[in-house]
């Protein structure tokens, strides 16, 4: 029985560790910041933050990664932001700044 459940679970545990490492689109990772910040990036978050469209990548870039590592808590968004960032490796963030930073 051990035989058989040892290389089930090493097989298991391959396959989950090649899930996580999927490249996501930054397209598909935006398609969650549409509901506060617009498809365009051009609505103020709850009504109060500025449009992420008018921002530059490297700002962008900038306030995300203050908000995932919880030092940035721009309008009281820091929680619900860092919840949004957590998720995301460094390399997604610069992308999907870029991403964001050419929206129009």
Do not use: W
Not at 14 to 24: E, F, I, K, Q, W
């Amino acid at each position: 029985m051990k035989k058989i459940i040892i290389p089930l679970i090493l097989i298991y545990s391959t396959l989950n560790a090649a899930d996580v490492n999927v490249a996501r689109s930054s397209s598909d990772i935006y398609k969650k910041c549409i509901k506060c910040h617009g498809q365009k990036g051009e609505i103020e978050a709850l009504g109060v933050s500025k449009k992420i469209s008018s921002m530059k990548a490297n700002d962008i870039e900038e306030a995300l990664k203050g908000y995932k590592m919880g030092v940035r808590n721009v309008y009281n968004f820091g929680g619900l932001m860092k919840g949004q960032v957590l998720s995301l490796s460094d390399d997604e963030i610069k992308k999907l700044s870029e991403y964001i930073s050419k929206l129009k």
